[in-house]
């Protein structure tokens, strides 16, 4: 069912752009496309005249010194450099159309420690209403996808918007023709997962490999999400300490429930979960899978691989 999502992920069939290509193209410096997708905050002088305070006119889709970033509009590829998506070339864009006096102005006071707004406005005119245009900046920032846009750390695998409509798509088609088969096996009951001889600390099974699009089951009893819930991988979040939890998984539920969060078209569906949770269908899938259906698919190495090798070559 999730083969074709599967492939377009590993395939990486969204286009990304090096800073510099997008620069080229949009006849901008790096260091100000650097500060435009962070925070990017200069000084307005108050209504009532006494003092100035801080407006913010960037994207806040990354903040490099904090190690976030949006997945939806930007990656920090093996080399440390960083990409952005086509969506985020398209919002670039559409903002040195919409205000090109202020791109124009800003490369001439980037290396300033305080930025003030008059200052950028100097040569817009004497009648010029400064506050006015920063408002009506900050009325089309608010209006735009990357608004209040979801941060994760450097160095997680999200499934883009895109793929998690598709992913929807897929489950609500399958949902629709799957059939019900019981199957009886007689198992020896110590092969049997019990998850009460875990004691809720330790995974089902700690060689499991989570990877995007994963199918996987919550074993876990003394939880919010209802135990025996079966749910797809839609993210692998890192944290910024290295410890046994970590890594934490956002899986789209197939049933919503209490206290499950809103994603998408889903309502309560999606919920954050830590790796001893879980037990992992595709992880058991894939060790039993025959090598001639294995031709094609990426592991993780692999694709680390072909990401560092594509950066190499741009650079």
């Known amino acids: 069912m999730l083969d074709t999502l599967r492939k377009a992920i590993d395939n990486n069939d969204e286009d990304w752009y090096f800073p510099r290509e997008m620069c080229s193209e949009l ?42 970033m949006s997945p939806d509009y930007a990656r920090k590829i093996d080399n440390g450099g960083w990409q952005y998506s086509e969506a985020l070339y398209t919002i670039i864009k559409e903002y040195v159309e919409k205000f090109p006096k202020l791109f124009k102005e800003l490369e001439n006071h980037l290396k300033k420690e305080v930025i003030n707004a008059s200052d950028i406005a100097q040569k817009f005119g004497p009648e010029f209403n400064v506050r006015g245009y920063f408002e009506d900046v900050k009325k089309w920032l608010k209006s735009l996808s990357t608004h209040n846009s979801k941060l994760v750390g450097v160095g997680s695998e999200i499934m883009s918007t895109k793929h998690v409509t598709q992913l929807l798509k897929d489950l609500a088609e399958h949902k629709k023709t799957a059939a019900i088969h019981e199957l009886v096996v007689k198992v020896k009951p110590r092969v049997l997962f019990n998850p ?109 691989h072909t990401s560092s090798k594509t950066s190499t070559e741009h650079i």
């Open 27 to 68: 006849h901008i410096s790096p260091l100000l496309l650097s500060k435009m997708t962070s925070a990017f905050k200069i000084n307005i002088a108050n209504k009532n005249g006494s003092g100035t305070s801080p407006i913010n006119i960037g994207l806040n889709i990354k903040y490099a010194n904090k190690s976030l």
């Open 196 to 304: 009460n001889f875990q004691n809720g600390v330790l995974p089902p099974d700690s060689k499991a490999d989570f990877e995007l699009c994963d199918r996987v089951v919550n074993v876990c009893s003394s939880h919010c999400v209802p135990f025996g819930y079966k749910g797809t991988i839609v993210g692998i979040k890192n944290g910024e300490v290295q410890s046994a939890d970590a890594i934490k998984y956002e899986v789209l539920f197939d049933e919503p429930f209490i206290g499950g969060l809103p994603f998408g078209e889903c309502s309560r569906n999606l919920y954050t979960m830590l790796p001893f949770t879980l037990m992992n269908f595709s992880y058991g899938m894939r060790l039993t899978q025959p090598a001639s259906e294995k031709n094609g698919v990426q592991t993780k190495a692999q694709r680390r």
